[in-house]
């Protein structure tokens, strides 16, 4: 999935890199909890979703020069793994802007649910 914004490609990586910040851009996140301020591989914590489906984490992987991050979600037995990643929109038919992209790996189910509200923060992180 990717979506497009006006956000500089700059700014919403610093959303991203900021646990304390997600609930900002990612609404269906109502709180955060991380052992760093700032993302780095073996960054662990729990997020809760829609105030009640806590969810621990761990980051596998960070590259500030690609601006792209990787992490395991898991609750209970379900676990999804996320890549995300952040492009230049360099304008020609797009305006300038960031292009936020997601991949998503996981049980059927649980990404077909997740996806809509992924997509909505991916759009709130790139306004």
Not at 75 to 87: A, D, I, K, T
Not at 97 to 115: H, K, Q
Request: proline residues 9%.
């Amino acid at each position: 999935m990717e979506v497009h914004g006006p956000a500089a490609p700059e700014e919403a990586w610093e959303r991203y890199l900021h646990p304390e910040r997600w609930t900002t851009w990612a609404p269906h996140l109502t709180s955060v909890a991380a052992s760093t301020a700032v993302l780095r591989r073996g960054t662990t914590g729990t997020v809760t979703a829609l105030g009640i489906v806590p969810a621990h984490f761990e980051v596998l992987s960070v590259d500030p020069e690609s601006r792209s991050w990787s992490w395991a979600v898991r609750v209970g037995p379900v676990e999804l793994v996320l890549h995300h990643s952040l492009s230049a929109q360099a304008g020609g038919r797009a305006a300038p802007g960031t292009a936020a992209g997601i991949t998503m790996t996981g049980p059927w189910p649980v990404l077909t649910a997740y996806r809509p509200l992924m997509r909505r923060a991916l759009r709130r992180l790139v306004r």
